[in-house]
Nanobody, 119 residues
């Protein structure tokens, strides 16, 4: 079994910062990409940022220059540093990983962590 567990969400004022963490555990052979998505009430889940096994990063236009994704390859962790937060960043943030486990190649999701930005 593979698990992704997020932490670091919470309530913050506009202009503030938060750091999300996600740890992947279980029968993992290798991880290709890791990333973050978010879903606001009444909206579809959207890409926030991803980082590949070669450390190539990709960001949504709405977070470029404010968010930074990073990865600890040894610990199977991914982080999202969020600065200059805006009210519209309020959402449930989900960790995502494409990985090879002992049993299958698949796409895995965490349970989500709430980020609320007060205006």
């Amino acid at each position: 079994q593979v698990q992704l567990v997020e932490s670091g969400g919470g309530l913050v004022q506009a202009g503030g910062s938060l750091r999300l963490s996600c740890a992947a555990s279980g029968d993992i052979v290798s991880i290709n990409f890791m990333g973050w998505y978010r879903q606001a009430p009444g909206k579809q889940r959207e890409l926030v940022a991803t980082v590949s096994s070669s450390n190539y990063t990709r960001y949504a236009d709405s977070v470029k220059g404010r968010f930074t994704i990073s990865r600890d390859y040894a610990k199977n962790k991914v982080y999202l540093q969020m600065n200059s937060l805006k009210f519209e960043d309020t959402a449930v943030y989900y960790c995502n990983a494409g990985l090879l486990s002992r049993y299958t190649l698949g796409d895995y999701w965490g349970q989500g962590t709430q980020v609320t930005v007060s205006s």
